[in-house]
């Protein structure tokens, strides 16, 4: 039987970036969004606020959410969907589970960095309305 986990990503946005993580990996070749997996009896809104402290040491508040993405694999399936998010305060510092951050212009091209079912979620938002 597959695997299902929901997860939920956050889009942060400061001066026309967006915070994107590399994970430690050999393996990894892309950026990803800060969040993580919902815990038992965890809101969507409770995880992102826990999953991007514990990655970043940000404070965010949840705003909207933006999209809905999936991940199929043959072990599992994750669901999850995309916060924007608005920084309320702190500063980076990343947890194990990443090597680098970076703020990258909120463009397509710079969208295209990410994972590509979150790339191919943000890639239907019309950017310039968010």
């Not at 393996?27 to 992102?48: Q, V």
Request: charged share 25%.
């Amino acid at each position: 039987m597959t695997q299902i986990n929901f997860s939920v990503k956050g889009l942060i946005i400061k001066d026309q970036k967006f915070l994107v993580l590399h994970k430690v990996s050999p393996r990894c070749e892309y950026f990803d969004l800060p969040g993580g997996k919902m815990k038992e009896n965890e809101s969507a809104e409770e995880t992102l606020r826990r999953e991007v402290f514990e990655e970043t040491s940000l404070l965010i508040e949840p705003i909207r959410v933006l999209h809905q993405w999936d991940f199929i694999n043959n072990d599992y399936l994750i669901m999850g969907v995309i916060y924007l998010c608005h920084l309320l305060e702190g500063e980076i510092y990343l947890s194990d589970e990443h090597d680098y951050y970076d703020w990258l212009p909120l463009n397509e091209e710079s969208i295209q960095a990410l994972t590509p079912s979150l790339a191919h979620a943000i890639s239907r938002l019309n950017l310039q309305n968010i």
